[in-house]
């Protein structure tokens, strides 16, 4: 070792000699200063620290005397090998950084049935890192620089197209705002919404908003579904004046809601001022029976409806690429207060997409992942409905997930526990209800299909099946 740094205060009662010696100590207790390291020589510490190679000396003798370091004749002073003993009552050290994963399990599980993945083979890594380049080069350096906070006009111009076209959602480039990801979008629209507000959400529902709202001590009403979805009579109370809700596929039960419960949420939130409906529309691309139905904000004339869409279904979810569909009034309260905040999504990654969306990539995209979507979906389908017993199954029409109910006898808990034994991971409903799950309901387990290839589908369910249905439930054991 050259040299180290160490503030040494002549103004501190402790002499300096003992100031270098705890800090050299610690040093090497703490395994900063390892086995066999040679220590600064005495005459060139001594001057980088502007200390008289006396002080220098006492403390490396210190050092020497309790074992910490060595002398070696003609050689220098070199760290001993203490550590068993010196790092008794050493500060602990610090634990290396783990991923932050919802998972706790230890067990890597052969098949996951995650609700959150998406197919990782088909991300159009060519035309992808074609744009990328062409992005990266000196004629668009003025990406580097901060762009507009709402996200960049050209991307808000083709994100209202598309969401035109797409979800029936009419809305201009100024009313989008670009962030990373539907969290990040949903905490500014809190502040945007003020202070003054009650909200409802759906249960079932997506913990992560739930979580937010929580996490701000908003107290929130939880609004129970039906096979359509979140009933609006629930509402009627008046306790809550904004509600949000996933009507194009519920997160998780997977219903749509039909058209006429929309007309009845779209009156509710029209009866009175200060109303709104935030509608998350994660998953809508991916529809593959029934009629498609305009999105709530397709279907809503007043401005009460704000909708949020994301690329983490159609695209990744680790771009971090999301948008938010403000009407007028919110609009203004965002511009006069919050316009300041710098765009949460790098220009680079924009413009990446503005360009993929242009080209007409991301249309072509859409449709092979439409397809495929679909023809996992189908697989999963049948192979549950090869199950010996029968097997509900909701939700299948839309997204990339779909629920089975389970009625063989067997608990949530059980299902889960056996599933994780034969390698597979699934998720019980009651992972994403807020409040316990009455008493003898059936259980309800999710599946998310995109992740896994059809073969793996394929496979992993005849394990479900073996896991599930070969073992005897607890009420016809003796
Ligand atoms: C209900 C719901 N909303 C939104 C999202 C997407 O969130 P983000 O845009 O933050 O990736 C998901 C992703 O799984 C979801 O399940």
């Known amino acids: ?16 000699y003992d100031q270098l010696y705890m800090h050299i100590k610690r040093e090497i207790e703490s395994g900063h200063l390892s086995y066999g390291t040679r220590l600064p020589s005495k005459r060139k510490l001594a001057g980088y620290l502007r200390i008289s190679q006396n002080t220098l000396e006492t403390a490396y003798q210190q050092l020497v005397a309790e074992g910490y370091v060595e002398a070696v004749p003609k050689r220098g002073f070199f760290v001993s090998k203490t550590d068993e003993v010196l790092r008794i009552g050493a500060e602990a050290p610090i634990p290396a950084l783990r991923m932050l994963s919802m998972d706790t399990d230890a067990i890597v599980p052969r098949y996951d049935f995650s609700p959150t993945s998406i197919d ?8 992808w890192k074609k744009l990328a380049k062409e992005t990266i080069q000196s004629e668009h350096k003025s990406l580097l620089q901060l762009g507009h906070p709402q996200g960049d006009e050209r991307l808000r111009s083709t994100i209202s197209q598309y ?5 029936g959602v009419s809305c201009t480039p100024e009313q989008i705002i670009v962030g990373a990801g539907t969290e990040s979008l949903f905490q500014l629209l809190l502040q945007i919404l003020g202070r003054d507000n009650s909200f409802a959400v759906e249960n079932p529902g997506y913990y992560r908003m739930y979580r937010i709202l929580r996490s701000y001590g908003i107290d929130v009403q939880l609004l129970p579904l039906d096979e359509e979805g979140v009933d609006v009579a629930q509402l009627a109370d008046g306790r809550s004046n904004i509600v949000y809700t996933t009507p194009s596929h519920q997160f998780p039960m997977g219903m749509v809601m039909p058209v006429n419960r929309r007309m009845r949420l779209l009156q509710w939130v029209n009866e009175r001022d200060g109303r709104y409906i935030i509608e998350d ?3 809508s691309e991916f529809r593959y029976s029934g009629k498609p139905i305009p999105s709530l904000h397709g279907m809503d004339s007043s401005g009460k409806v704000i909708y949020i869409g994301t690329l983490s279904k159609p695209l990744s979810p680790s771009l971090r690429i999301s948008y938010m569909v403000l009407p007028g009034r919110l609009l203004e309260v965002y511009r006069t207060h919050y316009i300041s905040y710098a765009s949460t999504v790098s220009r680079i990654d924009q413009h990446v997409l503005y360009q993929f969306i242009k080209e007409g990539h991301f249309e072509k995209h859409l449709n092979k992942m439409r397809r495929i979507y679909k023809r996992k979906r189908d697989r999963l389908v049948a192979a549950v409905r090869r199950f010996p017993q029968p097997v509900d199954i909701i939700g299948e029409n839309a997204g990339l997930h779909l629920l089975l109910k389970v009625r063989n006898g067997l608990s949530e808990e059980e ?31 999710l599946l998310g299909f995109a992740g896994l290839s059809e073969a793996d589908i394929d496979a992993a369910a005849r394990i479900l099946e073996q896991a599930w ?10």
Do not use: W
């Open 415 to 445: 299902l889960v526990s056996l599933a994780k034994g034969a390698g597979i991971k699934v998720y019980g409903i009651s992972g994403y209800c807020f409040e316990p799950v009455p008493e003898g309901s059936d259980p309800v387990i």
């Open 281 to 283: 529309d994660y998953d």
């Open 469 to 478: 249905f070969s073992v005897e439930p607890p009420s016809n054991k003796a």
């Open 1 to 16: 070792m050259d040299m180290f740094t160490v503030h040494l205060d002549p103004g501190r009662k402790q002499p300096l």
């Open 120 to 127: 990782l083979d088909v991300f159009p890594f060519t035309v």
């Open 163 to 167: 969401l035109y076209y797409s979800r």
